[in-house]
C-alpha cells in the first residue's frame, strides 16, 4: 500500500512542487535566482544526496511541459523583428564554431577519442534559451537590448547545433551526406520563417475572429485552449524536424503577441499561470537528472576543463562578436553570458551519443555536469554582477 501511494502521480507531483516552494525559499535566503534555488534543491532530493525523487519519465515529461509553457510566454515578448536582426546570425555563428572548436581541442588534449571529442565539442555548441530567458524575465530584463539578442541569436543557435550534431553523427558513422545536412538546414529555417508567417498573419487574426464569436463569450477559456494546442503543435513540428521543441513553443508565443482579445481569457496570463508550476518543476529536474557519485577523480578533472571552455568559448564566441556590432561591453559580456547555459539541450546531446554507443559513461556524466554547471553560472553573474538591481537601467542602450 505505501509502495503505492509513494509511486502514484498525486504523490510524485505534491513531493515535487514542494521541492520547487523549497527552491524559492533557498533561493530568497542565499538572495540568488530562483533557478539557482531550484536546481540546488533537485540535487538534494535527486540521486545525488538523499535519492527521495528520481528523474523517471513522469518527472521528465513534466519537466518537458514546463520548458515549453516557459518559452510560450517569453515569445509574447518579441516581435518579428527581434528575430530577424542579421546580427544575431553573426552572434549565434561565431558562438557555435568557436565552442565547437574548443570542445574538440580540449577532450582529445585529455587523451579521449577523436568520436569522444567531436561530441562533447557538439554538446558545447547547444545554448539553453530556457534558463536565460527565465532568468531575464525575473530580474524584468527581456526588453533590453542584450536580452533579444541573447533570444534572438540562440534561436539560429539551435538550428545551427541541429546541423552540427547532423555533421558529428554521419562523420562518426564514416556516411556524410551534404545533402542530408542541407535537407535538414532548408527545413528548420523554413520551418521557422512559414511559422512565424503563417502564425502572424493566419493564427494571430484567427484567434481574434474567435474572440468575436458568441462561443467565446460563453466560453473565455476558448481562445486560450486554442491558442495553447497550436503552441504544442508548434513544438511538435519542431521535434519532428529536429529542433528542440521550445523553439517551436517560442515561435507560436511571438506569433500570438499582437492578439488583442474582448471577451477572451488572455492567452498569455492563463499560460503564465501554467508556466509558474511546470517551469519550477523542469528546473528541479536539472538537479535530479545528475548523480554526483557517477564522478570520480579521472571524470573531475574532465568537468573542470570542459566546464571552463564552455563558458569561455560561448563569452568569447558570442560576446566580441556582439561588443563588434557596436553593443557596449557591459551588454557584449551579457550576451556572452547569456548564451552559456547548456542546460537540457546538452544533456540531450549526450543522450544521443551514450545511446549510439558513440561516448561512454565518462563523458556522459561530464556533459550533464557541465550542462548544470553552467545553468547555474549565468544566473549568479547576471544578479550579483552584470544585472545587478543596483544597475542604472540607462547603462543598458540599443547598439548604432
Request: proline share 3%; net charge negative; aromatic share 8%.
Amino acid at each position: 500500500m505505501n509502495e503505492t501511494i509513494l509511486g502514484s502521480i498525486e504523490f510524485q507531483m505534491s513531493l515535487l512542487l514542494f521541492v520547487a516552494i523549497a527552491g524559492y525559499l533557498i533561493a530568497s535566503r542565499i538572495n540568488q535566482s530562483a533557478v539557482i534555488g531550484e536546481i540546488l534543491v533537485g540535487i538534494l532530493v535527486g540521486p545525488s544526496v538523499l535519492g527521495l525523487i528520481t528523474y523517471t519519465d513522469f518527472v521528465q515529461s513534466l519537466a518537458h511541459l514546463g520548458a515549453i509553457f516557459l518559452l510560450f510566454v517569453i515569445g509574447f515578448e518579441f516581435c518579428l523583428r527581434d528575430l530577424t536582426d542579421p546580427r544575431y546570425l553573426g552572434i549565434a555563428f561565431i558562438g557555435v564554431v568557436v565552442p565547437w572548436i574548443g570542445g574538440y581541442l580540449t577532450t582529445t588534449m585529455l587523451g579521449y577519442s577523436t568520436a569522444s571529442a567531436l561530441f562533447v565539442g557538439t554538446a558545447l555548441t547547444a545554448t539553453s534559451i530556457a534558463i536565460t530567458a527565465n532568468v531575464l524575465k525575473e530580474l524584468g530584463r527581456l526588453d533590453s537590448p542584450a536580452a533579444r539578442a541573447i533570444i534572438g541569436a540562440a534561436v539560429i543557435d539551435d538550428v545551427l547545433s541541429l546541423l552540427v550534431l547532423g555533421i558529428t553523427t554521419d562523420a562518426i558513422k564514416g556516411s556524410l551526406e551534404i545533402q542530408n545536412l542541407v535537407t535538414s538546414l532548408v527545413a528548420a529555417v523554413l520551418f521557422i520563417g512559414l511559422g512565424l508567417m503563417v502564425g502572424i498573419q493566419i493564427v494571430s487574426p484567427l484567434l481574434a475572429r474567435l474572440d468575436c464569436r458568441p462561443l467565446a463569450r460563453q466560453y473565455p477559456e476558448f481562445v486560450f485552449l486554442t491558442a495553447l494546442a497550436i503552441a504544442f503543435l508548434y513544438a511538435m513540428v519542431a521535434e519532428l524536424i529536429g529542433l528542440s521543441s521550445i523553439v517551436g513553443a517560442f515561435i507560436a508565443g511571438v506569433s500570438c503577441r499582437e492578439i488583442t482579445l474582448c471577451q477572451s481569457k488572455d492567452p498569455r496570463e492563463g499560460a503564465e499561470y501554467l508556466q509558474v508550476i511546470f517551469a519550477a518543476i523542469f528546473f528541479v529536474s536539472l538537479g535530479i537528472i545528475v548523480d554526483l557519485h557517477a564522478v570520480t577523480p579521472g571524470i573531475a578533472v574532465l568537468v573542470i576543463a570542459v566546464t571552463i571552455v564552455a563558458v569561455l568559448t560561448k563569452v568569447i564566441g558570442c560576446g566580441l562578436p556582439a561588443r563588434l556590432f557596436g553593443y557596449s561591453w557591459r551588454d557584449a559580456a551579457v550576451v556572452g553570458f547569456g548564451m552559456a547555459p547548456r542546460g537540457e539541450v546538452a544533456m540531450i546531446v549526450a543522450l544521443i551519443g551514450l545511446n549510439q554507443g558513440v561516448i561512454g559513461q565518462d563523458i556522459f556524466v561530464a556533459i550533464l555536469l557541465m550542462s548544470l554547471i553552467t545553468t547555474i553560472i549565468t544566473p549568479i553573474v547576471f544578479q550579483n554582477w552584470l544585472l545587478r538591481s543596483g544597475m542604472d537601467v540607462r547603462e543598458v542602450s540599443e547598439p548604432q
